[in-house]
């Protein structure tokens, strides 16, 4: 039998093809050479460079990886799990900008656009040439968009948007918002995309953040931003719109979690091997190493969850609820993961001289993102139940 490999205990690397392997392996090269060794500084200063990584994340195939044509790589879902794994061992910030862009933003345009949008926008937001960001979440409306306040009304042939967006990933560095808005003549939900030097426009970032720091978050003000009857998403006029971009991007955080609860324990299982108290390792402690075989096994299971619900997607068969699953069991673990990892580390663990209290903080952000835990607790309970326990 091969070697036991901490990290892939299991050898789940036998169940991928040569295709996904050598996908896995180009984003991790270029996460160690791109991202390992500035992260730390971007993270302290609250900042993230999207506009020079988007143009090297598009020439990895990376931006809307998952969709066909229109410059876009067509790969499948499970490739673009690994990558996903591959950029949030990084960062989940860097992994946020290509789900946002790709999965939210991008598969917004693609399943709900016109012929015309689609060309328009998709090319050069593969490239990462144009940034994209996708607001549905309001100040008072967020695990229950349905009770958004942002308008869309008619003028004359026209569309004005007037409203308020919250927690928008690339908001202040995109260059189109999709928005989701409330129309006022029929009550439904419409997506509108609005170049964002659009009068009425502006994205102020959020700031004094103490999680996802290597990543922009914005407020969206959308102050009777005027646009042409073409800016509408023609495809769709109901919240199914977004939450089926959000159903896409779910499935990334489900394998984003693994390489952040990735990082944390390949870093404790270094520090325990190497850092001595009482005149040993404290790996060679009982505690230790009961520690980190409980993150071997959570990193482990993770893993293995989320290649089986991407194959699951790539064969047709996913639901959603089961991607709620993914998304609950997943962010938990990496969750316990870091916070345990970061205790292995003693002091040194709350420095930003070791991934571990970064991702710690991220995973903060993830567990409340693209649907809280509790929210997809309910959705599991409810398809257990039969009872809808939101109403
Ligand atoms: P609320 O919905 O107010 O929830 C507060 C608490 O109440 C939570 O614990 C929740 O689980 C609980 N709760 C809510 N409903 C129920 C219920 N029925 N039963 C029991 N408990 C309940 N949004 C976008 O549109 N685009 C983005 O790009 C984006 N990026 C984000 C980036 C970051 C860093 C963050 C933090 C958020 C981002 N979001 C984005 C918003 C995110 O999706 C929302 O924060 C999330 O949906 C939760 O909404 P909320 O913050 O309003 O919390």
Not at 368 to 379: F, W
Request: glycine share 12%; hydrophobic share 40%.
């Amino acid at each position: 039998p091969p070697e036991l490999r901490p990290e892939d205990y299991l050898d789940v690397d036998r169940l991928l093809s040569d295709e996904e392997r050598a996908i896995r392996d180009a984003v991790r090269a270029w996460v160690r050479d791109r991202v390992l060794p500035e992260v730390g500084g971007w993270f302290e200063l609250g900042t993230l460079p999207s506009r020079e990584l988007a143009p090297e994340l598009g020439r990895l195939g990376l931006l809307g990886m998952h969709l066909q044509g229109h410059g876009c790589a067509g790969a499948s879902a499970t490739a673009y799990g690994l990558a996903c794994t591959e950029l949030e061992a990084g960062d989940t910030g860097v992994r946020s900008l290509v789900s946002v862009q790709g999965s939210l933003a991008m598969q917004a345009i693609d399943r709900w656009g016109s012929d015309e949008q689609r060309e328009r926008w998709l090319p050069p937001m593969a490239a990462g040439e144009v940034l994209g960001c996708f607001g549905l979440t309001e100040p008072d409306a967020g695990s229950d968009p349905g009770a958004m306040r942002t308008t869309a009304r008619r003028a004359g042939g026209d569309w004005v948007l007037h409203g308020q967006k919250m927690w928008i990933t690339n908001g202040s560095v995109a260059d189109v918002a999709v928005v989701w808005a409330r129309c006022s003549d029929d009550g439904r939900v419409r997506g509108f995309l609005v170049p964002t030097d659009a009068p009425g426009f502006s994205a102020p970032p959020i700031t004094r953040k103490l999680s996802l720091r290597a990543s922009v978050t914005s407020e969206l003000v959308l102050d009777d931003v005027r646009l042409p009857d073409d800016a509408a998403l023609p495809g769709v006029a109901s919240l199914r719109g977004p939450l089926s971009c959000l159903d896409e991007a779910r499935h990334g955080v489900v394998w984003g979690a693994v390489g952040a609860a990735r990082s944390c324990f390949l870093a404790a299982l270094e520090y325990a091997g190497t850092r001595e108290a009482f005149g040993r390792p404290i790996a060679a402690t009982q505690i230790q190493q009961l520690k980190l075989a409980r993150m071997a096994t959570q990193v482990n299971q993770a893993t293995l969850l989320a290649l089986h619900l991407g194959r699951m997607k790539d064969a047709g068969r996913l639901r959603p609820e089961q991607v709620s699953m993914g998304k609950l069991a997943n962010v938990d673990a990496a969750l316990e993961v870091a916070r345990t990892a970061r205790q292995v580390l003693g002091g040194n663990g709350i420095t930003l001289g070791y991934p571990v209290m970064r991702h710690m903080s991220n995973l903060e952000s993830v567990v409340t993102y693209e649907g809280t835990a509790d929210v997809h607790a309910l959705v599991i309970g409810g398809a257990l139940t039969g009872i809808d326990a939101f109403r």
